[in-house]
């Protein structure tokens, strides 16, 4: 190894450890369920995106074993020479039935999908106002695109209002987009579509929309941008396969049109192998399942309500959520990282979620309750909230 690597990694890695901030990552030992097992000892696990338990349903289960037996473990090539299967084309399909959209495009990941179609719309010579909250990876595609970034106040419609108007009277940019996310995950609140609508449409701006924590939750499941009644207007939804669908992969649901140019610039579209069958069948699998019937999506809001007037009634301070994701501020980030040891300690599974990810002093444990956890499986945790949180004078 270079003796300048060598310097690199022992200075940051090693810093990052005498500050506790290097993140040792936990391995899980089961299915990631309600209930995971940790260092061999069982946890209700409150951390996972498997909104609707889609991770390990049976029918996607299914699904991907008749895909690997039919299709094989591999779809052999990038899209755009023969690695397309008809598993790809139906799950788009099913994508964009489900999306009420005219057409859509999945990629290998939400992440690759957002520096993809960022960068394949936005150039140098645009601009993009961007919610000072959004995601790393909507960051990531805003800077790869090279677009001037204007970062507006967290879901202040009058700051984006002013910067929208300022950036439109500039005449600097061939083209402006405004970009959120639906649900913004460290806080749970929703993002404030027809105000942005209006605002885009005043000054004829490009609209999209990350709906990672959106879809299979809001919109009786079609996520965020149904919620608002705004899907042939967004001209992005963005999401990910990863969370309430429960595989993985990303996707871009819109016009024909832009679907059309994502197909023939994307660069993870033309350069990064497609996912698996397995993948594509159960997805489209598990679209299918919430296409079909609500229950699951009743069932995520119904836990969700129970763990947060719980978590409430005892005296926590679980924030200004408007979803099932449940934070609960403990405020110092010491204090925080300790609460989340001590769940762990007592067998919940709950991150906790400390400066730079949010403000200082805002420091958090994340809940992501979930529609197959059990009443018993929740009052367990709101038990253990109440002892902890008067151990450590918290409630
Ligand atoms: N966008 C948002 C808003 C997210 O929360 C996430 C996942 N953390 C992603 C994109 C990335 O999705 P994926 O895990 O599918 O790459």
């Known amino acids: 190894m270079s003796e300048a690597l060598q310097q690199f990694l022992k200075k940051n890695v090693t810093a990052l450890r005498e500050h506790g901030l290097y993140n040792e990552i936990d391995t899980v030992e089961t299915p990631n369920g309600p209930v995971i097992k940790m260092n061999g000892k069982e946890q209700i696990n409150l951390s996972s995106n498997n909104y609707l338990g889609l991770a390990t349903d049976e029918r996607l289960k299914e699904a991907a074993i008749t895909a690997v037996k039919e299709w094989g473990v591999g779809a052999g090539a990038v899209r755009t020479i023969n690695g397309t299967l008809t598993l790809h084309d139906k799950l788009e399909e099913t994508l964009a039935h489900f999306k009420g959209t005219e057409a859509a495009i999945s990629f290998q990941s939400g992440f690759n999908c957002n520096m993809a179609a960022i960068s394949a719309v936005m150039n140098k010579h645009d601009a993009i106002l961007s919610d000072e909250l959004n995601h790393a990876s909507i960051i990531d595609g805003c800077r790869l695109s090279r677009a001037t970034i204007i970062r507006y106040n967290h879901s202040d419609m009058d700051d984006l209002r002013k910067k929208a108007k300022e950036a439109k009277e500039s005449g600097n940019y061939s083209k402006i987009m405004i970009i959120t996310d639906g649900v913004f995950s460290m806080d749970g609140d929703i993002a404030k579509l027809s105000d942005i609508m209006e605002i885009a449409k005043e000054f004829d701006l490009i609209t999209y929309v990350d709906d990672a924590h ?3 939750v809001l919109g009786k ?3 965020t941008v149904k919620h608002f ?3 042939k207007e967004i001209d992005f939804q963005i999401g990910t396969l990863s969370k309430a669908i429960g595989v993985v992969g990303g996707y871009v649901a819109g016009k024909k049109l832009v679907v059309d ?25 598990a679209i299918e399942v919430l296409m079909e019937s609500t229950e699951l999506c009743e069932r995520l809001w119904e836990n969700a309500r129970y763990l947060q007037d719980g978590l409430r009634s005892l005296g926590f301070d679980v924030g200004k959520s408007e979803t099932p994701i449940t934070p609960c501020i403990i405020g110092e980030e010491k204090t925080t990282q300790q609460f989340s040891r001590r769940l762990f300690e007592e ?3 709950a991150k906790s979620i400390v400066f730079p990810t949010v403000p200082k002093g805002t420091g958090r444990v994340r809940n992501m309750p979930t529609a197959v956890h059990t009443k018993a499986m929740l009052d367990r945790a709101i038990a253990v909230y109440e002892k902890v949180g008067k151990e450590l004078g918290v409630i």
Do not use: N
Request: glycine letters at 16%; proline letters at 5%.
């Open 214 to 216: 959106g879809s299979g």
């Open 261 to 285: 140019w994502l197909k023939v610039s994307s660069r993870p579209f033309l350069f990064s192998t497609a996912v698996t069958p397995a993948d594509a069948a159960a997805a489209t699998q």
């Open 347 to 349: 067998g919940i599974y």
């Open 221 to 223: 499941g079609a996520g």
């Open 229 to 231: 009644g705004l899907e």
